[in-house]
């Protein structure tokens, strides 16, 4: 009766300040989280450049996958105790999938998303990862990744990995509202995954768990509006986007002594990156937030008067001014500003440029038509969320919601 | 500078699960707290049978009222801040206004009042209360009184006290929802505190405040349908009621044995109470939930076998089930099951009304009309927050939500 | 793969503020939770009059025994996953053991084991309603028996019910934290249990977990001097064993008309119980937090003058006031403030006795005696904590610390 | 009555986890926030390394700094309720001085100033720090500066800034609690700070406060193993420590293209700094997390094995094994094991002795002789907590507990 110290050493526990303890069991998982691609991750945090408006936002995305993974595992609990048959292989592989959806996520993804990393998004870059390890672990990542591309013929497993109620939102909205310290995104995750069930091989939730559906969009929304797409969060990665914009149209010699071999061969590239090319792969698994953020800092004493600008004022939280309204801005009237701004002020029209600009931010809060939210009522008919008769109006919640910001310096005057 | 032995003991602390620390330093305040009205409020439970249900939820009236208090202090802080003048005297009328607010509740007030308290309302029972305290603290609460009755010309301390976005609410939400456990409920009161202001003399919410609202109103809806109109929750409430209507139906000297002599006061009196009767105000406020569960322990061996069978029940929680409707359950229907239950149980007609019954539950969750909440934008506009272009679908928020129940003892085949 | 309906309703749910959700599939110990017996602890709270103090310990001693039970299947859980057998019998005879441990605990036990419950202690009635029971489920909780008073082979078993580091504290102390909103009472019964083992068929706890261990042993030693015996709550608590010693002496058919049967039997007892005695049991199982504050509430009026104060004072609030010193007050000091109090205030000798009292307050944090806590080491060595080379000064932590404390109404002048 | 919109933006509310919202009125203040010193510590993980064991703990020491300074609200608050006077400029100041307490950490400060570092200590960096700062702001921090050097009269305020119950680990003791998960850590901040007070000039806790502080006490101590000294956190910081070592051993033209100028200056520094360095200060005032960590993960790939070898593993987080012992390993022995392990692996000398190493770990956890903790009595005695007559052995508190570790790398056979 005396423990065998062999029994212990197999365990692995984590520690996680959500959940208390994520504990480990399967030997093919905790490889993987040993690999070299998963610990990256410890290097790009979830939110970006998030922690300069939420101060406590510093989170990483390694958290988040154990978290999303510890999810899975009640999840599976929950069918299995209704019932639902969850083989020992599907749930190591549904595991396994989860763990790995967002191994492809470079740091800052969005703002690298849209400049330097050109024809190729995150998800697929996961999938090109997903299959390199696969092959690096014989095969023993199939079903997984079958689960994770949704040819698994339990549907529902792929569900749980990517749907608009997958595993992934329940763990990263509760884990983003704790860390910014923005309660009211806390969602009641463990009571929506009470409510999950199967209805003819697709999750479904129970009827009675409606109100915390309602609860869970309306949380996200909030999420969304107040931290997602916070308009000074998005001054941050827009100036990012710009720096790295302007780091790749005079990109020289001096620059690229602030890089990393692999940083700087991203910004040298001129055509998009065709998939699945292994050479890019490789370059872009070494990329973290570190290249980037070092790279920021030593040009803040950049030669080009515009990239300088730009750095120092993210390193120094001299962030742009934000103005919003329902209506898009004027080309026009953007171009006067642009020009009256670099006449007061003697600078080129180029920093006027990257120093004045307008987006469009679109949020949708659900859709009806991609993996969407059912409802299993007691009679056994199973209604999408959005004719469940409540109190949203899906319409718009569905029809996407756009805020146009114009971002400018302190101390222009319009 | 060594530390005032005096200046100790003015500050008063009491401890709480939710705020942690609420200090009194007004010896008004503190003796309206220590008088035997509001210790009174100790022995009623916030939730009444609730309990059955949601196991934590003891917690009791006294408490939520020092929390309300407290949070109007925070409230009147972030107003203060914002430039709004509220003077000492102002705060203290206030505070003790809503301090008081829920004074004149009795036990189990719902039961109560559509049964043995006939022709007054728990709201009005508080007026009497406090125009009562008010004498007997010589003119004291005058100008609590006129915050409390909305005629204190600064409107918005009344609303704090009592609207649709009052301190009330902001701290029964957070509180019912800490002690059932039903996170999902839990709303940012400390953020929605932050984005009050005052336009024009009424309380209005900052317009960036407007998720967090959004989040406020679906979490009230989802603690009406989750908690306060559960279904197993309402089946102890109303067989609650059935006791104290049967109690009075067939009271005599065996029932008055097991109540205290203002309870057997309430049972014997046949006439509405008029409004203000000063001898039944002093027996209403000797009533607690000990009166009345006492009363029902004793009564479940009453000869009476409806009322005994009825009394067993809510002891033993052997609830009545209940099946939900979106229509309304017919009178015929109902007769039949009755008599079909009268016979088959070999009990009589009247044991069959009392155990098998209809009700409907109806919830609004919002209304535009009276003491509505208005959004400030930053352009100075004021829009009430159905006009503010964002996802409910307020005509159906306002329409009344109706759910049918019928109430059935176990083992009957329908 | 449709769900089916009745796996379903096989699991039942209860939801609590602490775990979150507690979820039973075992039937037989649903159907204890449903018994009479043990539904009645939910009319008794886990902290008796504790809530004048802080008032938000209303919990009851149900929900505290669903938490154990909760916190019996994690620690069984942990000490499968090292190798440890517990075969699905002996999980479900430990959860049986540990639901029942408390299940003849009376209303504000210590104030009436001291007063009318002579002769018998708690733990001894729970024993006896534990055997009535499983006579009840025909021998079905035999083997919970075993566990309960120790006779079963394994234990480590009786040591996770009852022993210095048993699951009923790991919950109780959490809970009780929780509930007053001492947070700093706040116990890692998480980590603890993740720590234990079992060496040579008792329960120990890997060495790596000392220092949660002394923390457990800090924490419990505050939550006792903050809470347990905080002199505010023994002065509440100290009156109402005054109050049922008077109405005993004092017992007439006045007094016996606020009296449940049962609670007038007690009163009128003139003999010890003798053990095992049916009847007796039979009452007391009837007893609870009503009969007690329900008597109270109606003696306020009582003829005894006596008896009436203390009454009053209890429902009122009023409570006595506290002197403490680390030595004894003379029996003659007392005898002198005593007859000065009754002179100056023109009140009985009677009523100077019960308002102006002493208590001895003795509490013990550890003891190595009986059923100790085991630390095991890496090299296989098992010390007993207070050998382990840690901060404690264990001698005193044995020791048993003593406070005196003198209790007397406001007014009185020394 | 309208607000005012400028009144609303001199008010900066920062969200932290921790507190909800932490809020500035004082220009002064907030302009010190924005100063790119203080943005700095942004940039700078409060725990180091600390994150590769327990992976929520990314926070950054920019929000412990606030986070510190917000608690000296409370105390200052607390204080003046007390009768103990604290003018408007003493509260700016004691808040700017605890604000900048850690402005002059650098990144990984314990690793840094045992290396590369040499003959300066953090305290002092922050010392000339916030010199310059004061003459930036042309001396608005002279009382700020002297409360933080002890040299202002009321001695108290230093004693919150830095004593051993400063705000500083009350603070951090909370925050590391929070983001490690390792909830057993969690200090009553707040309660401990309701219970301070001020005797003679200095500093106090009032009696009633003993158990907090004997928690606080053994929360700190437990913090200590479980989290600062953890075996893996410091193979994990000794690793980074030979990283250093090393790199400054072999710096040539290769390794410099991974550093910043200022990394690459104090890399090739050969004499200590002398205090006060106005050039080196500018330097050391650009460093921060992103340096290091860039320059590890350039090094991985660096000519030097040795360097590449320790890089690798601590990206790759294949950390150094620990062996713990009470008693030193000898000299002898450990030259043994290094030597063995270059001949069985086929490596350098200099690896074996950058892979093998030896460790002293001590910890004290209260000191009776700077800046003690005094306990004041109701009958106005005062007592070092040590003398207080409590449950701790303060002879071992005070006597520094030490532990030997041994660091190897896996796959070495003893």
């Known amino acids: 009766m005396v423990s065998s110290p062999q029994s212990i050493n197999t365990i692995k526990t984590f ?15 905790f490889k993987l ?4 691609y998963f610990q990256r991750l410890r290097r790009i945090t979830q939110l970006g450049l998030t922690n300069l408006v939420y101060g406590g936002a510093n989170h990483s995305r390694f958290q988040h996958a154990l978290g999303a993974m510890n999810l899975m595992h009640s999840a599976i609990s929950v069918l299995r105790d209704k019932g639902i048959e969850v083989t020992p292989e599907e749930e190591q592989a549904s595991k396994i999938a989860i763990l790995l ?12 998303e849209n400049t330097i990393v050109q024809g190729v998004h995150h998800e697929s870059i996961s ?4 299959v390199k390890l696969n092959r690096e672990f014989e095969g023993q990542l199939e079903m997984a990744l079958d689960i994770y591309d949704g040819s698994h013929p339990k549907h529902f497993l792929h569900q749980l990995v990517s749907s608009q109620l997958d595993v992934d939102r329940l763990d990263y909205l509760k884990r983003d509202s704790f860390f910014t310290g923005v309660t009211e995104g806390v969602i009641g995750s463990e009571r929506i995954i009470k409510m999950l069930t199967v209805v003819n091989g ?8 409606i109100y915390s559906l309602e609860k869970f969009l309306v949380a996200r929304r909030l999420m969304y509006w107040q931290v997602y797409l916070h308009k000074t969060v998005l001054s941050a990665e827009y100036m990012l986007m710009n720096i790295l914009i302007r780091a790749k149209e005079v990109f020289n010699e001096e620059l690229s002594k602030a890089c990393s071999p692999w940083l700087a061969a991203m910004l040298q590239q001129q055509e998009p990156t065709s998939d699945g090319d292994p050479a890019w792969l490789e370059q872009f698994m070494r990329l973290d937030d570190y290249d980037i953020l070092y790279a920021i800092k030593i040009w803040q004493h950049a030669e080009d008067a515009v990239l300088a600008e730009l750095c120092t004022r993210l390193i120094e939280r001299q962030l742009l001014k934000t103005r919003v309204s329902d209506d898009p801005f ?3 009237q953007l171009k006067e500003w642009r020009e009256k701004y670099a006449q007061e ?35 056994g008919a199973l209604k ?3 004719d469940a008769g409540n109190i949203f109006r899906f319409a718009s919640l569905e029809a996407q919601e756009t805020k146009h910001f114009l971002y400018y310096p302190n101390g222009i005057s319009f």
Not at 21 to 29: E, K, N, Q, S, V
Not at 101 to 112: E, Y
């Open 127 to 130: 999938l090109m990862v997903f």
């Open 384 to 386: 999408d969320i959005s």
């Open 345 to 379: 002020q003697g600078v080129s029209k180029d920093m006027a440029r990257y120093l004045i600009f307008t987006k469009a931010v679109k949020n949708k809060a659900y859709s009806a038509e991609s993996e969407n939210i059912n409802i299993l009522y007691k009679d």
């Open 33 to 36: 989280i040993e690999h070299p």
């Open 330 to 332: 004027s080309a026009e």
């Open 15 to 29: 520690n996680d300040p959500i959940y208390g303890f994520i504990t480990i069991t399967d030997p093919l998982i």
């Open 202 to 209: 697709n999750l479904a939730v129970e009827a009675k768990g």
């Open 101 to 112: 959806h967002d191994v492809g996520h470079g740091p800052f993804s969005h703002a690298l």
